[in-house]
């Protein structure tokens, strides 16, 4: 939780769900990210603001290499790598951004997709650093990863203030970090975080904690699986 200012309003959030568990079949899940704005003595805030909530899932370096079409064949073209990526980023707002804040404040504090901030691995030109970043906010836009909801957010008599967002199953495993920030008139007035924890749980547990501490031999069980599998099928379909 954070305070700005001795006489601006405090944030008390809340996530509903503080663990997700991923298990077999998993297809998905919703948060309510729900909380209050209050003044620091505890009576309510009173005033007209904006909430804006963005949930971010674990960042990993990550390499974006663009598709170039030459005599009808696609080829592997430029390329640039970011340190870190966040594997999951959403955004929801009681009202579009631009009509929030101005761009410098949407920037400082990641609020939304077009302002969503990369670290390049070596120098690289503005706008192709551009160019790759909304690249990537398309692709993971397109697989439910990456999502901006301008209207997410509800806020009843400028006290309580309530999102929803959703998982998708494809989501990463990790710790996710939901940042609520209270603006007026273009101000961060106040802003607090929760955390949300995202497990494997049951035979996909096991099998991922396999494959990332005994690497070595958890390719060799999963080529002699596919051996087996292989040599198993041939004979059924020798006796049909």
């Known amino acids: 939780m954070a ?8 944030l008390v959030p809340e996530v509903s769900q503080h663990e997700v568990q991923v298990r077999q079949g998993f297809i998905g899940t919703e948060l309510l990210l729900f909380g ?16 804006v909530v963005v949930l971010k899932g674990p960042t990993d ?3 974006l290499r663009e598709k170039q079409k030459i005599l009808g064949i696609w080829i592997n073209a430029d390329s640039t790598a970011f340190r870190s990526a966040p594997s999951y980023f959403a955004v929801a707002s009681s009202r579009p951004i631009s009509e929030i804040v101005d761009e410098r404040t949407a920037a400082i504090y990641e609020l939304g997709l077009d302002y969503l901030q990369l670290s390049p691995i070596g120098s690289i030109d503005p706008a ?22 301008p209207k997410g957010v509800s806020i009843s008599e400028q006290v309580l203030y309530q999102a929803r967002i ?7 495993t990790g710790r996710y970090t939901a940042e609520t ?5 273009g101000r961060v007035i106040a802003s607090a975080s929760a955390e949300v924890e995202v497990h494997k749980r049951g035979f996909e547990r096991l ?18 699986l596919s051996l087996a599998m292989g040599w198993l099928a041939h004979r059924l379909f020798a006796f049909i």
């Open 3 to 10: 305070l700005v200012g001795a006489r601006d309003p405090i």
């Open 166 to 172: 959703a998982l998708p199953s494809n989501v990463q």
């Open 61 to 63: 370096p990550i390499r």
């Open 36 to 51: 209050a704005i209050l003044e620091p003595d505890g009576r309510r805030a009173g005033r007209d603001y904006d909430i």
């Open 207 to 224: 099998v991922a904690d396999y494959a990332q501490n005994d690497s070595f031999l958890y390719g060799l069980v999963a080529v002699a």
């Open 128 to 149: 192709e650093q551009a160019r790759f970043t909304r690249g990537l906010v398309e692709m993971r836009g397109r697989e439910g990863l990456y999502r901006e909801d």
């Open 181 to 185: 920030f209270a603006i007026a008139r």
